[in-house]
């Protein structure tokens, strides 16, 4: 399944960058892109669980800038 995100408060390319690694090798997730200039996440991550995988993607992405949230686009 593949979902598209806007990251509020996204403040460092760099910041994107790490959390787009971390993501990647979280249980679950076939692929990720973040781009920094449109603040825009695609998560491509299995069907079965996704909520579960969310929750995961979500807490790699705070664990790096507290501040951002994750709106669906």
Not at 20 to 42: A, L, P, R, W
Not at 43 to 71: S, T
């Amino acid at each position: 399944m593949k979902k598209t995100y806007i990251l509020e408060e996204l403040d460092c390319a760099n910041c994107a960058a790490k959390m787009q690694e971390g993501i990647k090798k979280i249980n679950g997730v076939n692929d990720c892109s973040i781009t920094f200039m449109t603040k825009k996440m695609i998560l491509d991550a299995e069907d079965e669980g996704f909520d579960r995988i969310f929750k995961e993607v979500e807490k790699a992405i705070h664990k790096v800038e507290p501040d951002v949230e994750v709106v669906p686009a």
